[in-house]
């Protein structure tokens, strides 16, 4: 009797193993021709005024022709200089900067696309820097494949201590996720740090992002296309599309971060996502209660590592592939403590956001 919780595992098992097949799918796509495209870069800034000036370097160092480019800087209201620092950046190419009609990113993005020049937009954030062939390898897998939306590779700047580590990882289980479900045509996640789209496809589909929301762009504009049965979405596989991000500064802005994307999981609709965020939190949440059951009945203790065992096999494939793939093997050495305090966390995580969720 005892054991028949730990078969409620069983769902999130065999998800996350047909994630990984589909990661062993994945082949690295590089750039041989050159890519005709005009392009749209549009980057939504509040209080950026910092991180700007970094982005905008890697952008004008981009190996891409400047008349087949646009930089579109959407100041989202800020109270800073970030609309000085983007109309007064030194560089010949194409930059405009433009000020939000409205307040929150989702407008100040649909006020950089609707101006927008390009057939196809590439979306990132302030705080993210760019390698030279950033630009040429998302334009040629476009020419390529012509998908309607292309979900590429992010990776956060390594940060010292077992925190920085942490957050490393988790980042990478998300990315793993991301990829090993884009490429098996059930993409359930992606990120607007590093996402490129069709204009035609983001008209299309703006409706359906959630205005209301302040999160949530890339994600509700996935779900949407997903609904359309000739829509095409890929994952772009190159360490030439790779974007480099920040990580979370403080423990509570990591928590304000995961709270906010979790926030948005009770308006998805997406039937696969719905299944797989469930299968996971009851996971997460087997493995706690048998934790604190084990505290009360000794005797429990095989029942815990049993699950604890079931649980990571998925994970340390999934983690295994995603580190090889981003050059990042040496973060395994911290998967067994951060599998030990993952259950942890993310209840954490659900407690912050009820708490404040307002702010």
């Not at 062993?24 to 000036?53: D, G, H, M, Y």
């Not at 009609?101 to 927008?116: D, F, H, M, N, V």
């Not at 994970?315 to 981003?326: A, F, K, P, S, V």
């Amino acid at each position: 009797m005892y054991w028949l919780p730990a078969i409620l595992i069983l769902p999130y098992i065999y998800i996350l193993l047909k994630i990984y097949r589909s990661l062993l799918k994945i082949r690295t796509f590089f750039c041989v021709t050159n890519p005709q495209t005009f392009v749209s870069v549009v980057v939504a800034c509040r209080n950026e005024e910092k991180s700007l000036p970094s982005l905008l370097n890697s952008i004008a160092l981009q190996d891409y022709p400047q008349d087949l480019f646009e930089v579109l800087i959407v100041n989202d209201n800020s109270s800073d200089k970030t609309a000085e620092v983007a109309a007064n950046f030194n560089w010949s190419g194409n930059i405009r900067s433009l000020d939000n009609k409205a307040e929150g990113k989702k407008q100040a993005l649909r006020t950089g696309i609707l101006a927008a020049r390009g057939d196809l937009i590439i979306t990132t954030d302030a705080d993210c820097t760019a390698g030279r062939k950033w630009i040429r390898t998302i334009a040629g897998y476009y020419d390529k494949y012509n998908p309607d939306l292309i979900i590429c590779p992010v990776q956060i700047k390594a940060d010292r201590g077992f925190f920085g580590k942490f957050v490393e990882l988790e980042f990478m289980s998300l990315q793993g996720i991301t990829a090993g479900t884009a490429v098996s045509d059930k993409g359930t996640m992606c990120n607007g740090a590093n996402l490129a789209f069709t204009r035609e496809a983001y008209l299309t589909h703006s409706d359906d992002l959630h205005d209301e929301i302040n999160s949530g762009d890339d994600i509700f504009l996935l779900h949407s296309l997903k609904r359309e049965p000739d829509s095409e979405i890929s994952w772009l596989e190159s360490p030439d599309a790779m974007i480099t991000t920040e990580s979370p500064l403080t423990i509570r802005s990591f928590l304000k971060q995961r709270s906010r994307w979790l926030s948005k999981g009770k308006d998805y609709k997406d039937c696969y996502t719905i299944v797989l965020g469930i299968s996971a939190f009851l996971a997460i949440l087997l493995q706690t209660v048998f934790l604190l059951a084990w505290i009360i009945r000794p005797f429990l203790i095989w029942v815990l590592l049993s699950v604890i065992v079931l649980k990571s096999i998925p994970d340390l494939l999934i983690l295994l592939n995603t580190t090889e793939r981003y050059g990042k093997k040496e973060l395994m050495r911290w998967f067994l403590p951060s599998q030990l305090i993952y259950p942890f966390y993310v209840l954490t995580v659900l407690f912050y956001s009820l708490i404040f969720r307002k702010n």
